[in-house]
């Protein structure tokens, strides 16, 4: 809930310093790292923003690969390890971010 709460706040907050009437979509970037799901947390936008302006926005999730590189060969990988093939010590970067790209509203 507190990811979903996080966003409306902040939707909010800066629908109303642009004086919007309503909220319309939403457009954030999660880090996959984050382990979110979307159906969850679009579940509990809509119990987060009833009553708000954002009550019934359009919530779109954008998901986010972090970086994960080895800092000993410079190999790549998709999910986080422990330690890499070779030994080497496994640098992740990114992948937990949450942030509001966008915010459609109607003023
Ligand atoms: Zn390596």
Redesign the pocket.
Known sequence: MSFAQAIVENVLKLAEEKGAKKVSKVLVEMGELLLINPEQLEFCFQVASSGTIAEGAVLELEFIKPHIE?L????RYDEPIAI?????IIKVEGGKDMVIRKIEMEV
Do not use: V
Not at 72 to 75: E, R
Not at 84 to 88: D, M, Q, S, V
């Open positions: 080895c000993l060969c410079g190999k890499c093939e070779c030994g080497g």
